[in-house]
């Protein structure tokens, strides 16, 4: 039998970070390299194994918040199908799409996935509607990439917080988009090609599986799409997903900056409009979105006289009562905010 000790001083006598690390200097040009990683909040002994993007990985994939996304809603809430798409299968999609066009590109793949896998740590219950109502009753605003950099950096291990590398914390940061036009102002402020592979993997994820699950709630129908945006991007999901991923690749390739050509730029950017049109901003005023919102303001008044109420892994939380609250809320799953809703009422 083996002993532990022997174990241990193996693995690091074999340096198997070192070598990943020495592989690296392979990579782009343009491509981020983990031994020259900005560092962790806290300093760390390196691990003997996996890279400080590879660790980080590690700790989103066995984080409380990142087991939650699965019962968080992506479009549409609580819905009863098994097959709509929830917070945890879009980050996954996002993921593997991001991974395809990293590698294709010759990046640092484990860099992209571990932004991938934490950039919607922070969703609220019920979406974007959770989102919206937090933002108006937080006294310094919600937005949910700035939560997920607080899930990360403090939430995570009572105070602790995962202490993931500067890198991956900008890419989580910088990764959301509001309402701007792909590609458009601000899209570049990520500071890492990497992270923004992850932003615009996201908006391909989220502009063909949304359009699955719409049909399948019979908002929109396939007939309804543009022409010609089937035209251009393809009549399927994964045509258009390929059509979009070569795309990026193909422009992106030798440049450091992500980017996309004209013609299929603009065919991306009119269907996430006509999902805007059709699906999503039609979405917020369902009776499912109303009830949505009246459970988070409801939860909200009902805590904020109930300090007590919260649970006690906030205690160690120096934030004011009303953060506490937010923090709180905003990492239910939609389940648990609607079973807890239905106990304050009675």
């Not at 979406?127 to 109502?133: D, K, Q, Y």
């Not at 009753?137 to 403090?154: I, K």
């Not at 592979?197 to 908006?203: H, P, Y």
């Not at 795309?247 to 900056?257: F, G, Q, R, T, Y």
Request: with cysteine.
């Amino acid at each position: 039998m083996i002993c532990r000790e022997h174990d241990d001083s193996m693995v690091k006598e074999l340096n198997i970070r070192g070598q990943t690390e020495k592989r690296e200097e392979d990579l782009s040009p343009y491509a981020t390299k983990s031994k020259f990683s900005r560092g962790r909040l806290r300093w760390e002994e390196p691990c003997p194994i996996r890279t400080c993007f590879q660790r980080d990985r590690d700790r989103i994939i066995h984080c409380n918040a990142f087991r939650r996304l699965k019962r968080k809603t992506q479009v549409f809430i609580a819905p009863l199908g098994d097959h709509y798409v929830t917070r945890l299968t879009h980050t996954l999609e996002v993921s593997q799409i991001a991974r395809t066009i990293a590698r294709a590109l010759n990046l640092n793949e484990d860099l992209t996935e571990a932004i991938a896998l934490g950039h919607d740590l922070g969703h609220t219950p019920f979406g974007h509607i959770g989102e919206e109502v937090l933002n108006e009753l937080c006294p310094d605003g919600f937005r949910h990439n700035e939560q997920s950099l607080r899930v990360v950096d403090l939430l995570e291990k009572e105070g602790q917080g995962l202490n993931l590398t500067w890198e991956v914390r900008d890419g989580i940061l910088k990764h959301s988009k509001g309402q701007i036009e792909i590609l458009g102002e601000g899209w570049g402020d990520v500071s890492t090609l990497e992270g923004q592979v992850c932003k615009v993997a996201d908006i391909v994820a989220y502009i063909n599986h949304d359009i699955d699950d719409a049909i399948r709630a019979n908002m929109i129908r396939e007939s309804d799409l543009p022409q010609f945006i089937i035209k251009i991007l393809g009549a399927t999901r994964s045509q258009r997903i390929n059509t979009l991923v070569c795309d990026i690749v193909s422009d992106s390739w030798a440049k450091p900056l992500i980017g996309m050509s004209p013609e299929v730029l603009n065919a991306a950017n009119q269907l996430r409009a006509f999902l805007f049109d059709n699906v999503y901003n039609p979405s917020l005023a369902s009776e499912e979105a109303i009830r949505a919102r009246k459970t988070v303001r409801s939860l909200y008044f009902y805590l904020l006289g109930r300090e007590d109420k919260l649970l006690q892994e906030f205690a160690y939380l120096d934030s004011s009562k009303e953060r506490k609250i937010i923090d709180y809320i905003a990492g239910m799953t939609d389940q648990y905010a609607l079973r807890l809703a239905e106990e304050i009422s009675r």
